[in-house]
C-alpha cells in the first residue's frame, strides 16, 4: 500500500480502490465488460423468451435474480460499513462521499427492482391484473427511481 501518504491504515477508513494494483484492475474491468456482455445476453434473451412464453413469466424470470443480486451487494456493503463504523476510524469527506453515493444508488436501484418485480408477480396471480392500481402505482414508483438515480448521477459529475 504504497503512495498513500500520511494516511495510516489503522485510524483511517481507506477505500479498496485506493490500495489496488494495476492488474487487480484489469481483472476487476474484465469482468466488468463480462458482465456487460452477460446483461447483453440477457436482454436479447429476454425478447426472445417473451414472444414463447407469458411476458410476466419473462420479467419476473429477469428481475428475481437483479433482485437477489442488489439484495447481496447490499448487504455486503452495509456490513462493510457498519465494520468500518464500529472500528471508531476517520472518514474524509471525499470517502464519505463516494460510499454514501453508492449505497444511495444502490438503494435506488434495489427499490426500482422491487417494483419491477411487483406488478408482474401480482399480474401472474391475479386474473386480469393489468388494469389493477398496484401496476400503475409501481410504474409511477420506478419511474421516480430511474428519475432520482439520473439526477443523483448527474449531480455527482459535477462534484468531482
Same mark, same amino acid.
Given at each position: 500500500m504504497h503512495g498513500l501518504g500520511h494516511l495510516d491504515p489503522q485510524r483511517s477508513i481507506l477505500l479498496r480502490f485506493e490500495c489496488m494494483s494495476s492488474g487487480e484492475l484489469k481483472v476487476i474491468l474484465l469482468a466488468l465488460y463480462a458482465l456487460l456482455f452477460l446483461g !447483453? +445476453? =440477457? &436482454? $436479447?434473451a &429476454? $425478447? $426472445? #423468451?417473451k414472444r414463447l412464453v407469458d411476458f410476466s413469466k419473462a420479467n #419476473?424470470?429477469? %428481475?428475481v435474480p437483479c433482485l =437477489? &443480486? +442488489? +439484495? %447481496?451487494?447490499? =448487504?455486503w456493503g452495509l456490513s462493510r460499513i457498519w465494520r468500518a463504523w464500529r472500528g471508531a476510524k476517520h472518514w474524509g469527506r471525499r470517502r464519505r462521499r463516494l460510499v454514501t453515493f453508492a449505497l444511495v444508488q444502490t438503494l435506488l436501484q434495489t427499490v426500482n #427492482?422491487? !417494483?419491477w418485480l411487483t406488478p408482474h408477480v401480482h399480474i401472474l396471480i391475479t386474473r386480469c391484473g393489468w388494469s389493477d392500481h398496484i401496476v400503475l402505482v409501481s410504474g409511477l414508483i420506478q419511474w421516480t427511481m430511474w428519475n432520482t438515480i439520473f439526477l443523483t448521477l448527474t449531480i455527482s459529475g459535477g462534484q468531482t
Open positions: !447483453f +445476453l =440477457s &436482454l $436479447i &429476454l $425478447i $426472445i #423468451v #419476473v424470470g429477469m %428481475a =437477489s &443480486l +442488489l +439484495l %447481496a451487494i447490499l =448487504s #427492482v422491487t !417494483f
